[in-house]
C-alpha cells in the first residue's frame, strides 16, 4: 500500500539526517496521500541507519494503523493536527535542529535579517507560546499541533515555525518540499544568531526588499529559476 510514498517518505527522513539536522532518532517526515488521505509517516524510535522503506507506518487522518509493522512517530498526533487542520499540505517535518532549535529553547522568533530569509519566509519566523500544564497533561502532542495551528496565519508565507522549548516544524506541498524548507531554517537561523554576535543592534531587513526577494520566488509573478 501507498509503496512509492513510503519510499518517499524513507528517502526524505534519511534526508534529514544526510543534512545533518538530527542525530539518533531526534526527527521525523509525513507525508499526505492525495486520493486516500492516509499518512505515511517514521516509526517511532528506530534508527536511520537500520530503516527501511517497508518501516514506514501508513495511518488514517485520526492516527489508526492502516499498515505497518511499527508504531507511528510519537509525534504523529501533531502532524495529524496539521493536516486536519490545512488541508493543502502534503508533507511535515519535525527536527531538533541545532541552531533553530536554540532560538526555539530561548523563545525567540528568527528576525528577518537578509534576503536570505526573504527567500522562503515572508517575514520573522514565529516561535510559539508555551504550553500550559493542562496541554502538556493532556493531548500533548495533539496540542502541540493546536499552538502551532494558532500561532500561524498564512502556511504558504511562513512554512515553519519554532514550538517554545521544544523543537521545529517546516511544511510543504510534499515532503521534498518539508524538508527542503528544513535545511533552509536551519541555515537562516545559524546565519541570524551570527548577526547578532556580530552587531547586536542589526535591523531587520526593510519590506521594500523583503517583498523583493520573497515575491520574486513566490507567487503569480515569480521570476527566479527556469519555467
Not at 76 to 88: F, G
Not at 91 to 103: D, P, Q, R
Not at 183 to 199: D, F, G, W
Request: proline share 4%.
Amino acid at each position: 500500500m501507498l509503496e512509492n510514498l513510503k519510499k518517499r517518505v524513507f528517502e526524505q527522513n534519511i534526508a534529514l539526517a544526510e543534512q545533518g539536522l538530527v542525530v539518533l532518532t531526534w526527527g521525523n517526515v509525513s507525508a499526505k496521500d492525495e486520493e486516500t488521505n492516509l499518512v505515511v509517516i517514521k516509526p517511532s524510535g528506530v534508527p536511520y541507519n537500520t530503516m527501511k522503506p517497508e518501516d514506514m507506518v501508513v495511518v488514517d487522518l485520526d492516527g489508526n494503523t492502516v499498515e505497518g509493522d511499527y508504531k507511528p512517530s510519537s509525534d504523529l498526533p501533531t502532524h495529524l493536527c496539521l493536516y486536519k487542520q490545512y488541508p493543502t499540505l502534503g508533507g511535515i517535518v519535525h527536527t531538533h535542529s541545532t541552531y533553530a532549535t536554540a532560538f526555539a529553547q530561548s523563545g525567540r522568533e528568527i528576525i528577518a535579517y537578509g534576503t536570505t530569509h526573504a527567500d522562503a519566509f515572508y517575514g520573522n519566523v514565529p516561535c510559539t507560546r508555551e504550553l500550559t500544564n493542562e496541554e502538556i497533561d493532556d493531548a500533548y502532542e495533539w496540542n502541540t499541533g493546536n499552538v502551532i495551528a494558532e500561532t500561524v496565519t498564512d502556511i504558504e508565507a511562513m512554512p515553519a515555525i519554532l514550538v517554545k522549548n521544544h523543537g521545529v516544524f517546516t511544511w510543504g506541498s510534499t515532503p521534498e518540499k518539508a524538508v527542503e524548507i528544513a535545511v533552509t531554517l536551519e541555515e537562516v537561523a545559524k546565519i541570524a544568531l551570527l548577526t547578532e554576535q556580530l552587531n547586536s543592534k542589526t535591523p531587520k531587513i526593510k519590506q521594500q526588499l523583503l517583498d523583493k526577494h520573497y515575491f520574486r520566488k513566490h507567487g503569480k509573478n515569480a521570476y527566479y529559476g527556469q519555467k
